[in-house]
């Protein structure tokens, strides 16, 4: 691994669920730099627009950035077009900038995972730094800590669920990478988007329910 490679080398893990009536994205909260803990409450979720969410395992510096540019891409979408973006609009577009950086061979060093409202429907994408985009019918899980989370995802994921189960769901996948994974740790956001919007779960009501 080159030093370039190493020095953007980043731990995290993130999860997104498909519920059948809204879509759940988790984090957990810890920023490393190596092997030094940088930071114990990084927010790694951001809200794009009232009904989608991204999520960012890698460059938190990177991360941030796109986040903060799609947020107001989708701003002058709305100007422009007079009309609330699609998660498919986002996602399409955050895929496509995320492929030019990448052609010019400073990428955003970054995985990405986009939820919320699309037409019809609440959708999840999953997005590498190369700006592939992959549609995720179930679930996905990024960062060093994913193997974990994908373990219990797998095991615990059932059709149609409620976005309550979708939480707990989320938080034991986190929670699972946190046990296991040093570069994960320090506790679980979760996000609900549905058909209220973009709204954070209380913390306290997702580690009592879990229990």
């Known amino acids: 691994m080159t030093d370039v490679q190493e020095g953007h080398k980043k731990g995290t893990t993130t999860v997104g669920i498909v519920c059948k009536d809204a879509v759940i994205l988790a984090a957990d909260k810890r920023a490393t730099l190596g092997f030094l803990i940088a930071n114990k409450d990084v927010d790694k979720i951001f809200e794009v627009t009232s009904n989608i969410g991204m999520t960012f395992a890698g460059s938190a510096a ?20 007079g009309l609330a973006p699609s998660l498919t609009v986002a996602a399409s577009l955050t895929a ?14 970054v995985q990405l995972i986009m939820g919320g409202k699309d037409t019809n429907s609440f959708s999840l994408y999953s997005l590498d730094m190369g700006g592939s985009i ?21 095991d615990g994921y059932k059709d149609n669920m409620s976005s309550e189960e979708g939480v707990q769901l989320a938080f034991k996948a986190i929670n699972s990478a946190i046990k296991r994974d040093i570069f994960t740790g320090e506790g679980v956001n979760v996000i609900v988007i549905d058909k209220n919007g973009y709204r954070k779960v209380n913390p306290e009501q997702v580690t009592t329910k879990s229990k």
């Open 62 to 81: 990177d991360g941030q950035a796109l986040a903060k540019l799609m947020k107001a891409e989708m701003r002058l979408y709305n100007l422009n077009t």
């Open 96 to 109: 496509n900038v995320v492929l030019e950086r990448a052609k010019s061979f400073i990428p955003y060093y």
């Open 134 to 154: 992959i549609q995720e019918k179930k679930f996905t899980a990024t960062g060093s800590g994913s193997p974990m989370a994908f373990g219990v995802l797998e």
